[in-house]
């Protein structure tokens, strides 16, 4: 019973210094950049957003090759853990996704027929859409270990509720209005992954 907390414990900490390069918030900060952006551009041009969900695993996994396994070696994972993060984090996305849907866009075509959560959400689409972001940000530090998520949670909080006050939005769901929040909150993250990326060269020298 020793031995599984052990290597349940060893695992947790090779996890954590798996990300401690800071390439997770550049990819991930850079997306939601991305998504920030490419909301201000014509609508023919918006389904280009299904590109650099897979074009950013392929470049994430070789920046991976390049920065993090020459430093600190290839990590591998019992199939048990990674079994369980890839279950639990594509959980917490599709059920994300299907509440944010769900909230914002049901029945809103008929407005008269919308029941009165779907109007309080669309109110506070702001508020809403920060939560869920806070939430995904929660969830996912807790599977992967990763603490400084929980501050991209907060910060999430802070940013879209910002939004809610000084971007006009009650009662308008509006992409542009969702769009400068996932900007500011990629930039910080690029900038922050930027750093710790920077710190993580310095620290770790690349094994010959």
Known sequence: MSDEIDLKEMERR??????????LDIFWGGYLLFLGL?????????????MPTALGILLYDRAK??????????????????ARVLR???????????????GLFTNMGV?????????FLNRYNLLFQGGVLALI???????MSISRLYHYSVIS?????AGYFYL?????????????????????????????????????????
Not at 14 to 23: M, W
Not at 38 to 50: A, D, Q
């Open 14 to 23: 090779a996890l954590t210094a798996y990300h401690e390069d800071g390439l």
């Open 88 to 102: 639990d984090t594509i959980i917490v996305i599709f059920v994300a996704w299907f509440v944010t849907l769900a």
């Open 157 to 161: 909080l802070l940013v879209f509720s």
């Open 111 to 119: 407005p008269e027929r919308a029941s009165w959560l779907v109007l």
């Open 38 to 50: 490419v909301v201000f551009t014509p609508m023919e041009y918006r389904l280009i957003v299904v």
């Open 168 to 208: 006009d939005s009650p009662y308008i769901v509006s992409l542009q209005n969702l769009g400068v929040p996932c900007a500011i909150i990629g930039l910080i993250m690029v900038g922050i992954g930027a750093s710790r990326l920077q710190r993580f060269i310095g620290k770790y020298s690349k094994e010959v």
């Open 65 to 82: 090759k390049r920065v993090t396994y020459p430093r600190l070696g290839y990590v591998k994972f019992t199939k048990e853990m990674e």
């Open 137 to 143: 940000f929660l969830m996912l530090g807790r599977i």
